[in-house]
Structures are given as structure tokens and as C-alpha cells.
């Protein structure tokens, strides 16, 4: 986000999000500094403030946030008279007309969830002795504990010298 001063009498503007999921927390951070920021002040000379906004989704996705369906939200920047008229708009979902009728400066902005692959490995023990010419058979389960599908997963050993192993079921 590009943030340019609206006029020379207002200094100080406050930041808000509309029309993103309760679930989905954010941030705005200051390109610059990296501080956190719910307001912005432009100093004497200063124009243009540089931000990103940050947004954490939640572990698992819902009715609202799904994996690889957009969320259409805007970020807001308001003058302090603005945004005592609407600072109750934060969280809510708004039409665009609404949010068009909103005086200040928006961005529409859309976010996609991708969700993530998790590998989960368990086994009771992988300790095991042995004598030679014995063998040893284990069960390890392997689990996707993410919020999106796996795929071409291969399971294989790495073994001393002049052992062998097989697993099974053979996934590759």
C-alpha cells in the first residue's frame, strides 16, 4: 500500500479493514520502520507513507475462509472526523457501494487461502536390536495433519552397509 497525504490540514489518519472474516487477524506494518501501526501521522516534508499489511489465517479453513476461494476485503484510511463516523464499519461486510460511499482513501485488495501440507510421522519406537541374520518388522504411521492435500509422497530408508529393507506398502 501507498499512502500519499489528502490535504494539508489533515496530518492524522486511522486504518481500517472491511469485509475480511472475523477468523482472519491483521497488521499493518510500516515498510520503513517494520513498527505496527492503527494510525498514521505525516510529519512537516512528508507525503508518502509506504505500509503492508500482514494478514495471519486461521489453522483450519471454514465456511468463510476456504482453501482457494478469494476473500475480497478493503483497507481503509481515514481522517480522524472520518473515522469517528465509521470506525463501527471495522469487521463488518459491506457492499462495494457502501464502502464506494465511505469519504477517504480504500484499496481493494483479495487474499487466497493455499492452506498447507503437514507431515505427521509416528512409530512406537525406532529403536530396535537386533542379531544378524534376524529382521524387524515396525509400523510407522504417516499423516497429513495439514489443511491441504499431499501428494507423491515417498516413504524410503537409508540403511548400513549390506542391509536391506522393503516398505509397504510401496507408495512411489
Not at 489465517?57 to 468463510?64: A, K, N, Q, S
Not at 472520518?82 to 485488495?109: F, R
Not at 518388522?137 to 537409508?158: F, K, P, Y
Amino acid at each position: 500500500l501507498s499512502l500519499e497525504r489528502f490535504s494539508a490540514r489533515d496530518d492524522v489518519y486511522k486504518l481500517l479493514v472491511v469485509n475480511l472474516p472475523r477468523q482472519v487477524n491483521y497488521d499493518f506494518i510500516d515498510a520503513e520502520s517494520g513498527a505496527r501501526l492503527s494510525q498514521l501521522k505525516f510529519t512537516q516534508g512528508v507525503n508518502v507513507k509506504r505500509l503492508s499489511l500482514r494478514a495471519y489465517l486461521p489453522e483450519r479453513d471454514d465456511e468463510t475462509v476456504v482453501i482457494d476461494q478469494p476473500i475480497i476485503f478493503y483497507a481503509l484510511v481515514l481522517s480522524l472526523d472520518q473515522y469517528s463516523a465509521h470506525k463501527d464499519l471495522e469487521g463488518k461486510q459491506l457492499s462495494p457501494e457502501k464502502i464506494n460511499a465511505i469519504p477517504g482513501g480504500k484499496v481493494k485488495l483479495e487474499l487466497l487461502p493455499r492452506g498447507v501440507g503437514r507431515i505427521e510421522v509416528r512409530a512406537l519406537s525406532l529403536y530396535h536390536e537386533i542379531s544378524v541374520g534376524d529382521s524387524v518388522a515396525m509400523e510407522v504411521t504417516v499423516r497429513n495433519d495439514g489443511t491441504r492435500r499431499l501428494d507423491d509422497i515417498r516413504i524410503s530408508t537409508d540403511n548400513p552397509l549390506n542391509w536391506r529393507s522393503a516398505v509397504r506398502p510401496d507408495l512411489s
